[in-house]
């Protein structure tokens, strides 16, 4: 779910990718992002960058 974040996806667009509805999308994003500490989504992307699960030229 980080990685489809990372590619600049809404919650909406995440939980049809994934066959989930919105809501449980947007749960599962925010639990994400209280899991590692960061404050938005864009720092989700930062660290979806630094860890390596995201790499550019992948998306």
Same mark, same amino acid.
């Given at each position: 779910? =980080?990685?489809?974040?990372?590619?600049?996806?809404?919650?909406?667009? +995440?939980?049809?990718? &994934? @066959? =989930?509805?919105?809501?449980?999308?947007?749960?599962?994003?925010?639990? +994400?992002?209280?899991? &590692? @500490?960061?404050?938005?989504?864009?720092?989700?992307?930062?660290?979806?960058?630094?860890?390596?699960?995201?790499?550019?030229?992948?998306?």
């Amino acid at each position: 779910m =980080l990685a489809l974040v990372a590619r600049g996806l809404n919650n909406t667009e +995440i939980a049809e990718a &994934l @066959g =989930l509805s919105p809501l449980t999308a947007k749960t599962h994003v925010s639990r +994400i992002m209280g899991k &590692l @500490g960061v404050r938005d989504r864009a720092q989700l992307v930062i660290v979806a960058y630094e860890s390596g699960m995201v790499t550019p030229g992948t998306l």
